[in-house]
């Protein structure tokens, strides 16, 4: 994202944070029984080396986290993802709004660096898990695509005979963007056997690559480990593909393979599913009720209210440029508005 456009939205939410937040967005504060669902990713001790290395959105630092946190504890009722299912249904009330601390996509520093912070809080979270990725050595795709289209760029590579080899029809017009960022969005968004393709034919001509350490996911003793420590666990797939964007076999093969080795591993079954980058249809959802999950999220910026429906909840997701301002710097008036208050 250029320079100009992030100043220019750290203006916008500044100056909405000084002329009275919410109100001055006419948005409504959060009611007693309104549930926040909060979607992190990575948290970091490097800020400015892991904003460099990782796609736009997916990381904050270790002391914005714990500032955030302790605004929404002081705020909110922090309430496991099984807790909000029960006041959504209308089965239990609490007296505050109800806040979830979620993450996407099992990152090593969740254990590493999150966890010590929820502990010493003393707060719940849920990680929604890759299955299949999780253990291995392999980042997810699109960490491998950030990394690979800056290195290509950089070596002056041209993108466009990648893509084409990759049976990619609108190569052109994707490498035509000027923003190279653009470009990993888009390349992000492309069903799984044509990213992979892109993928391993960058990989083929740029030689041994070296993945940033930032890009590692946990291990099963990781997993086990916070799950006998009070962290839930959900599926977010098997390999993280855009489930909009596959056929019906892989989708219910990606669904249904997540679930299962969740309850293999952890002995026993997750009522939670995440849809990689909060991309669901009718089609996708019907799998995710047929495969028994109580509750799915999105990445559309709502609160959930009593009675909505279960497999579509919103989510707020939060990085480090979430609560800057002017300055580039943590902003409190600035993270109260993205936290409602």
Not at 289 to 304: C, D, H, I, L, N
Request: glycine residues 8%; aromatic residues 8%; neutral net charge.
């Amino acid at each position: 994202m250029g320079q100009f456009s992030l100043f220019a939205k750290r203006s916008l939410k500044s100056l909405a944070a000084s002329c009275g937040g919410n109100r001055f967005l006419n948005r409504n504060r959060r009611r007693p029984n309104d549930v926040s669902i909060l979607a992190y990713h990575r948290v970091v001790a490097d800020i400015v080396r892991a904003e460099y290395d990782a796609c736009y959105g997916l990381v904050v630092s270790a002391e914005t986290f714990e500032r955030q946190l302790r605004i929404v504890q002081q705020h909110y009722e922090v309430v496991t993802m099984d807790d909000a299912a029960q006041i959504i249904r209308g089965e239990k009330r609490c007296q505050k709004p109800a806040a979830v601390i979620t993450f996407d996509d099992g990152y090593a520093d969740n254990y590493e660096v999150a966890w010590p912070i929820l502990k010493r809080l003393g707060l719940p979270a849920m990680i929604y898990l890759p299955t299949s990725m999780i253990g291995q050595q392999q980042p997810l795709d699109h960490d491998r695509v950030h990394w690979l289209v800056l290195l290509a760029e950089a070596r002056g590579v041209k993108l466009e005979e990648h893509l084409q080899r990759a049976g990619i029809a609108n190569a052109a017009e994707i490498t035509a963007q000027a923003d190279a960022l653009a470009i990993i969005e888009s390349l992000v968004y492309l069903p799984m056997s044509q990213r992979r393709a892109v993928i391993e034919s960058l990989e083929g001509e740029l030689g041994t690559i070296t993945y940033p350490t930032g890009y590692r996911l946990m291990d099963w003793e990781m997993v086990c480990e916070m799950a006998q420590s009070g962290i839930s666990f959900g599926s977010h797939t098997a390999h993280h593909p855009v489930l909009t964007y596959e056929d019906e076999a892989t989708i219910e093969t990606e669904i249904n393979q997540s679930k299962q080795k969740l309850k293999d591993l952890l002995g026993q079954a997750t009522a939670h599913f995440a849809y990689p980058n909060g991309y669901y249809n009718e089609l996708v959802r019907g799998y995710v009720a047929k495969a028994g999950f109580a509750t799915a999220v999105t990445t559309e910026r709502r609160v959930v209210k009593a009675g909505d429906d279960l497999l579509t909840c919103g989510r707020f997701s939060l990085c480090e440029e979430s609560t800057r301002g002017i300055s580039g710097k943590f902003e409190a008036a600035i993270a109260r508005l993205r936290l409602g208050l």
